[in-house]
């Protein structure tokens, strides 16, 4: 869910698509997630595509996989949403949002092994 998130006008606001789509999103930033405050970088554009929870699960198991856990969490190891997240207070090095965070899987862990 994380990532259909963005901060307009200061708020959290659904912006992005959660669902596979065709044409990537494309974003020009002269700034790290090392370094957020560094705008040395030059503009280059990253282009990302959007993959669901269920559609990266259903391809791991159509590919043999056997899912042996799926963890949700309400942090990431960046500051996702700058001005709204503020470092975990059990996970060193993790942001999550400073709000109730628990209204956010932030990101996930899958544990799966090759089917016998």
Same mark, same amino acid.
């Given at each position: 869910m994380?990532?259909?998130?963005d901060v307009?006008?200061?708020r959290i606001?659904?912006?992005?698509?959660?669902a596979e789509h065709?044409?990537?999103?494309?974003?020009?930033?002269?700034a790290?997630y090392?370094d957020?405050?560094d705008?040395s970088?030059p503009?280059?554009p %990253?282009r990302e @595509?959007a993959?669901?929870l269920a559609?990266?699960l259903?391809?791991?198991? =159509?590919? &043999?996989?056997?899912?042996? #856990?799926?963890l949700?969490?309400? %942090?990431?190891? @960046?500051v996702?949403?700058?001005g709204?997240m503020?470092p975990?207070p059990? =996970?060193? &090095?993790?942001?999550r949002? #400073?709000e109730?965070?628990?209204?956010?899987?932030?990101?996930?862990?899958?544990?799966?092994s090759r089917r016998?």
């Open positions: 994380l990532g259909t998130l307009v006008d200061d606001e659904l912006v992005y698509p959660y065709v044409e990537p999103l494309v974003f020009e930033d002269t790290s090392v957020p405050t705008h970088l503009g280059l %990253s @595509w993959h669901g559609e990266i259903t391809a791991l198991m =159509a590919h &043999g996989m056997v899912l042996e #856990t799926v949700e969490h309400d %942090s990431v190891p @960046w996702a949403l700058p709204h503020t975990h059990e =996970a060193p &090095g993790e942001y949002l #400073t109730r965070p628990e209204r956010l899987a932030a990101s996930f862990t899958i544990v799966a016998r």
